[in-house]
Structure formats: structure tokens, C-alpha cells
């Protein structure tokens, strides 16, 4: 459930705020900083503090677990997306949204250098560091070396000389002698303290599949031993890392100026506000608590609501269908015959609709999983099988091993519920479906300068006021996103 804003008092008057802070990172994906990062928030939350989590990049699944845990709610940062005022607003305002934050965790992306383009930091956690004037705490996957570690951690502290290494987090340690020679030749060698060590062991791990993690909200009704596990994982964190001296390091952090003006803000809007219908369940679970708060505060109240287990659509006067699973899901979605036939007649009737790569997917006329290909990229168990979807726009969604990672760069040709024509914005895409067996008649509003999309460089298929789109717009990126849905849903 996402909650108004409570504003906080005094903003206006003060110009910095202090946020004791730190940023997990390491070498590479798969090194342990999502696992460390929640053994660290349910630490430090068990331990009486107020934690804001945050994620850089466009992660859905992993936020999830940070919501979670902590109670707050998690925001993403983006350096390529967002200017640099733009993240000290998401940041500053996540920290004071949901009560004020003692503390802020923030977890990178992929390996700290890694970003948008080879010669620049723009996009990679390194750039966010240095916006947020943040220590970074690099977890080393020391699996195999010892001394070789100092090598490892010399590169990525002299690899650029503003971003400020305060401390390492080995994983993956076999057992003393190997903690102690890594240890020795990293303190050594670096002058970088070691304040964790962290022992390898496979109940650490949380379940994968081929978009991340599985997510929250889904784990948590299919995992019995969903609290156990992050138990296990925080109760090894405590044993393993010197909580007490990440907090001094988090604390070291010095005040960050606030941006001029704030996106989060409340519009006053003429007349009764609209009710936007956000379907959130096992199928529907990715969306931004940014897209949902701006939709707020540009004068929406939110429903939610469950393609799966509700049998007919709530009495809004727009939907918005996310990103997720539906895949996994295509049995229980087609067999709720008087879900589907409540979106497809308010789509006939023009009801806004507005749906999200798995939103997308749903509103095709039938979705086929088990598509043979090349690749594996962590793909879950699906059955070859075809389902009927909704049917409001039209094609055939193949879930299969194709696979499109991609920020994306597009402009709308026509007005929609998203924006105006001429409204451009970047974004980004993250798929293994495709939209197969669209008539030649079909109408895209989206044109990519860069992405994939549906077909040929064209994103958002629509009609009557119906749009569908492999996009994953960010409200505090494209900033005409919560204002123009709520315009268009008033005016229709």
C-alpha cells in the first residue's frame, strides 16, 4: 500500500540536511550485495533504527525486499535518467517521506564503474557516490584469492580518486586462514579497513529466476520460510560485519545541499480526483514508489486491485497495469474470465489504460510461454502452452528466451495518457517477450531513438484510449508522466 507524503516541517527553511549514509558495491554482479544489503537493513531495523533502503538503477525486485523489511518505502536513483538535483530530491525526500530516516542504505549497481557508456561514470553507482558525497563499503566476492584481493580493491580505489573506498566486506571466505591472509593483505596493502567477513554458505542465497530475484510479495506467499530466511541472513550479517563501525563511516557522511525546487509537491486540481485502478499482486508487482506517489500528488487516489483473485474490476476511472510476472501466471489470469472481460469492455468504452511491458503482455489477445530458443539467462520452469489475455489491444505476447536489457530514449507522436505529442523521455526495458502477429493497421505512439520496443523502433501500442508499451517510464525522470495521466483521465 503506497501512502500521501506527510510533508516535512521546515524544508523550506534549511537548505542541507544531514543523512548518515553509506553505498554497498563490489567488483560484479553476483559478488552479494543484494544479500548483504538486506542482512544490513533487517540489522540495523531489529536494532531500533529508522532505515531508508535505495537502489541505483532500475531494479524493481530487489526494492521490494528493502520494503520489506524495513517498513519504508524504497526508492530507486538513476544517473543517467536523472540529473544530479534530481537524485539529492529523491534522496532527501525518501529519507523524510515515511518519518525520518537514522540511516540510508544504499545498494549499487552491477560493478561500481560500470555504466552507461566506456569513458564515463554517467549511470554507474560511482557517479551516484559522488553525487551524494557517499562512502562506499566494496564487497569482494573472495571466493579462491587472498592476496590477489589487494589487488582487486588498489584498482578500484585508484581507478578514480573521488569516489572514497572507507571499507571492505569479504564474501564468499572459506574459513579463519583464508579470512586472515585476505584480510592481512587488503589492511596491508590499501590501507582500507576490512570490516566484514562474511562466510560462504549456500542459505544465503535467495531464490533467482529470469528477470532477478523473485520478488517479495511473491516469495513471501509462496516461501513458508520466507521470515526464517532473512532471519538466517541478518544473523549472519551481525556475526560477520562490524555493524558499529559501518555506522561511524555512514555518519562521517557530510550534509547534502537540497535542490532548489522539489517534484514532491502537491497540485491542487479543480473538481473531484480521479481514482487510477493499480493492479498489484503475484503478476503485477513492478512499479516505482516514485510513479505511484506522483500520481498522488498530481491529484490521483490509487485502488488496488488483483487480476488474479479479484472477480471484477473496482469503480475507477483509469487503470494502470505494471510490469511482472504474468508468464508465470497465465493459467490463474486466463482463468479469471470476468476480470478479463471487465478490461476489455472498459477499454472498448475508452477508459484510460495504461499498461507496462507485463501490463503489456496482458492486454494482447493471448500469451504463449515455453517459446524454444538460445539461452538460458536464469529462465523459470514454463510449460509450452497458449492463453488467452485480455484482448484490448492486439497480437500475441511469446514468452521465450529472447532477451532485451536497454535503457531506451523515445518521444510520443500523439497525445496519450502518458503525455503529450512531442513529450520525450528516457527510460528503460526489460524483457524476454515479444509481440508477434500484429495487423498490418496496428498503431504505435512511441518512436525510440534507442531501444527495442514492440517492432522497427516503435513502442506504445494503442487503442481508443488504451496504450500498452515495453517502456518502463520513471516519474521522477520524465516528470510530465503523473501530471499527464491525471490531466487526461479528467478530460476524457
Not at 533504527?49 to 537502489?55: D, F, L, S, T, W
Not at 509450452?384 to 484490448?392: I, Q, R
Not at 532477451?403 to 527510460?427: C, E, H, P, Q
Request: glycine content about 10%.
Amino acid at each position: 500500500m503506497v501512502l500521501m507524503p506527510e510533508s516535512p516541517s521546515n524544508t523550506d527553511q534549511v537548505k542541507s540536511k544531514e543523512i548518515p549514509r553509506i553505498l554497498l558495491s563490489a567488483g560484479s554482479s553476483s559478488s552479494g550485495k543484494t544479500t548483504i544489503t538486506i542482512g544490513l537493513l533487517a540489522a540495523l531495523t531489529e536494532a531500533g533504527y529508522n532505515v531508508q533502503p535505495y537502489k541505483v538503477g532500475l531494479d524493481y525486485i530487489d526494492p521490494s525486499y528493502y520494503s520489506e523489511i524495513t517498513g519504508r518505502r524504497a526508492r530507486n536513483i538513476d544517473g543517467f535518467l536523472m540529473d544530479e538535483e534530481a537524485v539529492r530530491d529523491v534522496f532527501i525526500h525518501g529519507a523524510e517521506v515515511d518519518g525520518e530516516a537514522d540511516i540510508a542504505i544504499i545498494e549499487g549497481v552491477r560493478g561500481l564503474y560500470e555504466g552507461f557508456d566506456s569513458f564515463t561514470d554517467t549511470g554507474s553507482t560511482a557517479q551516484i557516490a559522488k553525487i551524494l558525497k557517499c562512502s562506499v563499503i566494496l564487497i569482494v566476492n573472495a571466493r579462491s584469492i587472498t592476496r590477489s584481493a589487494a589487488a582487486l580493491v588498489n584498482g578500484y580505489k585508484d581507478f578514480d580518486k573521488d569516489v572514497h573506498i572507507a571499507g571492505v566486506i569479504l564474501n564468499n571466505i572459506g574459513g579463519p586462514r583464508h579470512a586472515k591472509k585476505a584480510t592481512e593483505a587488503i589492511e596491508h596493502y590499501t590501507g582500507i579497513p576490512v570490516i566484514g567477513v562474511i562466510r560462504r554458505n549456500s542459505s544465503m542465497s535467495i531464490s533467482m529466476r529470469h528477470l532477478g530475484l523473485v520478488p517479495a510479495i511473491e516469495e513471501r506467499r509462496r516461501a513458508d520460510n520466507f521470515d526464517e530466511r532473512i532471519d538466517f541472513i541478518k544473523d549472519t550479517i551481525k556475526k560477520g560485519v562490524d555493524i558499529d563501525r559501518m555506522l561511524d563511516i555512514a555518519r562521517s557522511a557530510p550534509k547534502l545541499e537540497r535542490p532548489s525546487t522539489t517534484m514532491f509537491s502537491e497540485r491542487n486540481i479543480e473538481g473531484k480526483r480521479p481514482v487510477i485502478g493499480v493492479a498489484l499482486d503475484e503478476a503485477f508487482n513492478f512499479y516505482y514508489h516514485d510513479n505511484l506517489e506522483l500520481l498522488q500528488l498530481a491529484g490521483a487516489d490509487l485502488e488496488y486491485f488483483s487480476p488474479i483473485h479479484d472477480s471484477k474490476l473496482p469503480d475507477v476511472d483509469a487503470l494502470y497495469l505494471g510490469g511482472g510476472y504474468p508468464e508465470l501466471y497465465a493459467a490463474e489470469l486466463e482463468a479469471n474470465v470476468s476480470m478479463r472481460g471487465d478490461i476489455k469492455k472498459a477499454s472498448e468504452a475508452g477508459l484510460p489504460i495504461y499498461g507496462e511491458c507485463g501490463g503489456l503482455m496482458y492486454l494482447t489477445e493471448r500469451l504463449t510461454t515455453g517459446v524454444q530458443g538460445e539461452g538460458a539467462h536464469h529462465m523459470a520452469d514454463m510449460p509450452e502452452s497458449t492463453h488467452e489475455m485480455v484482448g484490448a489491444l492486439p497480437g500475441h505476447s511469446l514468452m521465450g528466451h529472447k532477451r532485451v536489457v536497454s535503457y531506451n530514449i523515445g518521444s510520443l507522436s500523439m497525445d496519450t495518457v502518458i503525455g503529450k505529442t512531442g513529450d520525450s523521455f528516457k527510460a528503460h526495458e526489460f524483457h524476454h517477450s515479444e509481440v508477434t502477429e500484429l495487423p498490418e493497421d496496428a498503431k504505435f505512439v512511441i518512436k525510440l531513438s534507442r531501444g527495442t520496443g514492440i517492432i522497427d523502433g516503435w513502442d506504445g501500442l494503442t487503442v481508443n484510449n488504451t496504450l500498452g508499451c515495453y517502456a518502463h517510464l520513471v516519474a521522477s525522470s520524465y516528470r510530465e508522466f503523473a501530471p499527464s495521466f491525471v490531466d487526461f483521465v479528467m478530460n476524457v
